[in-house]
C-alpha cells in the first residue's frame, strides 16, 4: 500500500527541516534515499525504536529506497546525546553481540527485500589520520559547544572526551557516505542530522539531506524516554503475554501517543478514540484495544486474544498463568539477586537489586525487599517479577 506524502510529513512527526525543499523531493517523481541509523548498544528492540522505523516503512511502501544504517562503528563510541557524563567504549565484540537480531528484529516493521542495510565499518574502518583530521576540519570546536548536552557539562564543569565531539561528525558522514536525500531519527537527534547536512555540503554532495524528526516514545512510566536500562519498555521479541500486561500498565494520559506512535490504526480511528476518552470512554477499554493491536502486529490476532483472556484470568481473578516456564539449574543455593539475572529474569545485577527495592519481586508469591537475600530451590520456587513475569526454577 502506497503511503501519501501528507502521512510521511505529519504522521508520528515533530519536524520536518526543511519542509518546502522536502516537499519538493517528494513531489519530483525521484526515488529518494531515506537513511535510518541504530547503534547496536544494546541486544533489543522496542517499540521506541518502532516509531522511526515505522516512518522508514512509509517510505519504503511509498516507493523510495530506504537504507538502515547499523552504526557498528559509532556504537563503540556510544552516542553522548542527553548523558551527563562520558559513555564507556564498548568492545568490538559486544558490538557485534549486540547486533545479531537487529536485522531479524527491524524486520516485522520493515520490507527487508526492499531494505539496503549498510554498516558504517564500510569507510570508517577504512579511514586513515589524514582522512579524519580532514573529517574534524569540518567544524569547529565553538559550533560543536552548541550541541546541549555540551553546553550543560561545560556549565557545571563536567568533562566531554574528544571521541564525543567526534561522534555527531560521524554520524553526518553517514549521510556523505551514503549520499541520503533524507534522515530521519528521534527529537534527540537533530543536532547529528543537522551535521549530516553541513557535511554534505562541505564535502560537495550532489544532495544535501532534508531531516524528519520523530517524537520520543516515553516508557511505561510515561515519564523518562523507553530505554531497556530503565525497565520501562515493551521489546519486538516479548511474548503475548508480556507485551499485554505492559500495556495495560501505561497511564492513562499516553494512550492516544502510542496509538499514535507505535500503532498502524487510521488517523480517523485516532480522531475517534481521542473522542471516546474525551466523551468519558473508560480508558482500561481503549488500553485492551491497544494492547491487542501490539500482541497482533508482532504475534498474531489469535495470540491477542489469548493474551487478553490471561490477562483477565491473572489479575481479574488473581490466577497464576496456565503455563508457567520452567528451569532447571545446576546449584541450589543463590542469592536472589544472582538468581534473577543468571535466569534472564532482569537485564542485569543492577536491574535485579532495584526491582527488588521497589518491592517488584516475590519468592513464592511472597514479596521480598532484601538484596541481600540467599535462597534455597532444592525443591520447586516460583520466582515472580512484576505482575506478568513468572519463571520456576529448581536445582
Given at each position: ?171 553526518g558522514y553517514d549521510s556523505v557516505a551514503l549520499e541520503a536525500d533524507v534522515e530521519l531519527g528521534g527529537t534527540d537527534q ?206
Amino acid at each position: 500500500m502506497k503511503t501519501d506524502n501528507k502521512t510521511i510529513l505529519e504522521r508520528g512527526v515533530a519536524e520536518v527541516i526543511i519542509k518546502s525543499e522536502l516537499e519538493k523531493k517528494l513531489n519530483s517523481g525521484k526515488k529518494l534515499r531515506v537513511k535510518l541509523g541504530i547503534d547496536p548498544t544494546g541486544s533489543d528492540l522496542h517499540i521506541g525504536h518502532g516509531v522511526v522505523l515505522r516512518k522508514l516503512r512509509q517510505f519504503q511502501d511509498r516507493g523510495d529506497q530506504a537504507i538502515l544504517l547499523i552504526g557498528d562503528y559509532t556504537a563503540r563510541i556510544g552516542d553522548p546525546t542527553g548523558k551527563s557524563e562520558s559513555r564507556k567504549m564498548q568492545t568490538e565484540a559486544e558490538v557485534k553481540k549486540n547486533m545479531e537480531h537487529y536485522i531479524e528484529q527491524a524486520s516485522k516493521i520493515l520490507d527487508l527485500k526492499k531494505l539496503e542495510i549498510r554498516y558504517n565499518s564500510e569507510w570508517f574502518g577504512k579511514m586513515n589520520m589524514v582522512d579524519i583530521l580532514e573529517l574534524t576540519a569540518k567544524k569547529t570546536v565553538n559550533q560543536m559547544l552548541q550541541r546541549e548536552d555540551f553546553k550543560n557539562r561545560m556549565k557545571n564543569a563536567q568533562e566531554i572526551a574528544v571521541t564525543e565531539f567526534l561522534y555527531p561528525l560521524m554520524q553526518g558522514y553517514d549521510s556523505v557516505a551514503l549520499e541520503a536525500d533524507v534522515e530521519l531519527g528521534g527529537t534527540d537527534q537533530t543536532f547529528n542530522m543537522l551535521v549530516g547536512r553541513d557535511l554534505q555540503k562541505a564535502f560537495d554532495c550532489k544532495t544535501i539531506q532534508d531531516v524528519i524528526t520523530c517524537p520520543i516514545l516515553e516508557g511505561l512510566d510515561g515519564v523518562e524516554k523507553m530505554s531497556k536500562s530503565l525497565g520501562n519498555y515493551i521489546g519486538f521479541n516479548e511474548s503475548p503475554t508480556e507485551i499485554f500486561g505492559k500495556t495495560m500498565s501505561i497511564p492513562d494520559n499516553m494512550i492516544i501517543k502510542y496509538f499514535e506512535l507505535a500503532t498502524d490504526v487510521s488517523d480517523d480511528a485516532l480522531k475517534q478514540i481521542a473522542k471516546d476518552l474525551k466523551a468519558g470512554e473508560n480508558p482500561r477499554n481503549l488500553k485492551v484495544r491497544l494492547a491487542k493491536e501490539l500482541v497482533k502486529f508482532f504475534h498474531s490476532a489469535k495470540s491477542a486474544d489469548e493474551a487478553e483472556s490471561e490477562f483477565i484470568n491473572m489479575f481479574q481473578k488473581k490466577e497464576l498463568p496456565d503455563v508457567i516456564e520452567e528451569r532447571k539449574l545446576k546449584a541450589t543455593k543463590w542469592k536472589l539477586v544472582d538468581l534473577l539475572a543468571e535466569t534472564g529474569m532482569v537485564a542485569s545485577k543492577n536491574e535485579a537489586r532495584r526491582m527488588i527495592e521497589q518491592g517488584g519481586v516475590k519468592v513464592n508469591q511472597e514479596k521480598t525487599t532484601s538484596i541481600d537475600l540467599e535462597i534455597d530451590i532444592s525443591e520447586e520456587t516460583l520466582l515472580q517479577i512484576g505482575k506478568r513475569k513468572f519463571l520456576k526454577v529448581r536445582g
